[in-house]
């Protein structure tokens, strides 16, 4: 089997692997809504992932018009996609994996002690706390990347700045240095 194969399937696994666990957050932050809005919620879920497979797969099998055009757009256009919904999604699992320890902790502390459960509250659950603030910084990294990708990758400005020197050898005068940051 080819390398980039390999390599792709261990990427589309470990892309599966996030979402389906990311999805376990949305699913307990939509539990409460109406069923006609869990659906939108799903389903606004789901498509981003399906489109970045699709644009994936005819990367993969247009491969070779691309290198062979010499044309790299549609390659940037693909990855800066696939980050522009992965790496929220990674964001909100920390959160969501992070509620997850606290509870098995709490399962394990009350297991073993044979504590009661509390009686179920009113009020947002941790859960649902956890998962919120996540989605909002989720939301926050998606705007972000977002503004980069479509308009931060034309904001760039140039700076010129002349350093006098007084001790300055000769060699050095007009010199030029370029900083890229």
């Not at 999805?23 to 389903?43: C, E, F, M, N």
Request: cysteine-free; overall charge positive; hydrophobic content about 50%.
């Amino acid at each position: 089997m080819p390398r980039v194969l390999i390599f792709l399937a261990a990427i589309a696994l470990l892309s599966i692997l996030v979402d389906l666990y990311a999805y376990q957050g949305i699913r307990q932050l939509t539990s409460s809504l109406d069923q006609p809005w869990k659906k939108v919620a799903r389903v606004a879920f789901w498509v981003p992932t399906g489109v970045t497979f699709l644009f994936f797969l005819s990367l993969y099998f247009g491969m070779s018009y691309f290198m062979e055009k010499k044309t790299y757009g549609y390659f940037f256009f693909v990855t800066g996609f696939a980050f522009l919904f992965f790496i929220p999604k990674l964001i909100f699992i920390g959160f969501h994996l992070a509620d997850d320890i606290m509870h098995a902790g709490r399962w394990l502390v009350r297991r073993t002690a044979a504590l009661s459960e509390a009686p179920p509250a009113e009020r947002m659950t941790r859960v649902q706390f956890f998962n919120q603030v996540g989605l909002g910084v989720s939301a926050l990294a998606f705007g972000s990347l977002l503004y980069g990708l479509t308009r931060g990758k034309y904001a760039y400005r140039v700076m010129r700045e002349t350093i006098p020197f007084a001790d300055l050898p000769k060699s050095f005068d007009g010199l030029r240095i370029v900083q890229i940051s």
